[in-house]
Every structure is written in structure tokens, then in C-alpha cells.
């Protein structure tokens, strides 16, 4: 229950925007193309819980100044009777920043949310 609580604090802070500072390669419209991107989304895709409960949001991650702020992926589930972790953070390049909620990637920090995938045969209210 609790990492629900995390989840949808999150979401409600995500939403969709741009920058100036953000790196050119990271287009939105075509993100799930990015190949690190396609390779996850497909390894989530291999698994029943992946097929049903899978989904994928992007925001823009905020650590201090604004010309540091960068475009970050990652990775919900809404699975009912599944024990999650805290989704890992990606930046455009595939990189893992951290795990939402430690290693200083705090909730606040995240704005700007938009669902830009979900797996096959979804079944989330997202």
C-alpha cells in the first residue's frame, strides 16, 4: 500500500514540459524509439505481469538550478499484489540517476509527468 501512495504522489507532481537546457536527442514524441528505451519496454513486454500492469512516464527532474534540470524516464506498475521497489530513474542517454525517493532524487524534485507508454494488455487506471 505504501508504495502506491509513493506512486501516485508522483504522478501527481509529473507532467509534461520542455526546456532550453534539455539535450536535443531527447524527443518525447519519439522516446520509446531511443533503443535503451525500446529494450526495456520490450524486456517488460516478455512477462505476464509486464503485459498487464506496465507503464511509462517521463518528467523533468529538477536537482537545483534550473539550467541542471534534465528530462528523466521511468517505469510504474500497478500491479495490486505486487511488492515494489522504487522505480529506477533514467535520463535520455539510459543512464540510471537513482531510484526514486533515495539516493537524492526526492519527489519534489520531478515535475512536469506525462504517461508516454503502456504495456499491451494494460490494466491500470493511469
Known amino acids: 500500500m505504501k508504495?502506491?501512495?509513493?506512486?501516485f504522489a508522483f504522478l501527481g507532481l509529473l507532467a509534461f514540459s520542455c526546456s532550453d537546457d534539455q539535450d536535443p536527442s531527447c524527443?518525447?514524441?519519439?522516446a520509446i524509439d531511443m533503443p535503451w528505451l525500446a529494450e526495456l519496454i520490450e524486456e517488460k513486454e516478455k512477462y505476464?505481469?509486464?503485459q498487464d500492469y506496465s507503464f511509462l512516464y517521463t518528467g523533468?527532474?529538477?536537482?537545483?538550478a534550473?539550467?541542471?534540470?534534465?528530462?528523466?524516464?521511468l517505469f510504474g506498475n500497478c500491479c495490486p499484489g505486487c511488492l515494489m521497489t522504487p522505480p529506477a530513474i533514467y535520463d535520455c542517454n539510459g543512464e540510471v540517476l537513482g531510484q526514486l525517493g533515495t539516493e537524492?532524487?526526492?519527489w519534489?524534485?520531478?515535475t512536469d509527468s506525462e504517461?508516454?507508454?503502456k504495456s499491451s494488455n494494460n490494466s491500470c487506471n493511469i
Open 48 to 50: 505476464l505481469i509486464g
Open 108 to 110: 519534489e524534485k520531478i
Open 104 to 106: 537524492g532524487i526526492e
Open 60 to 64: 523533468i527532474y529538477k536537482p537545483g
Open 27 to 30: 524527443d518525447v514524441e519519439n
Open 3 to 7: 508504495s502506491y501512495i509513493y506512486l
Open 115 to 117: 504517461v508516454i507508454w
Open 66 to 73: 534550473m539550467k541542471n534540470q534534465r528530462r528523466v524516464f
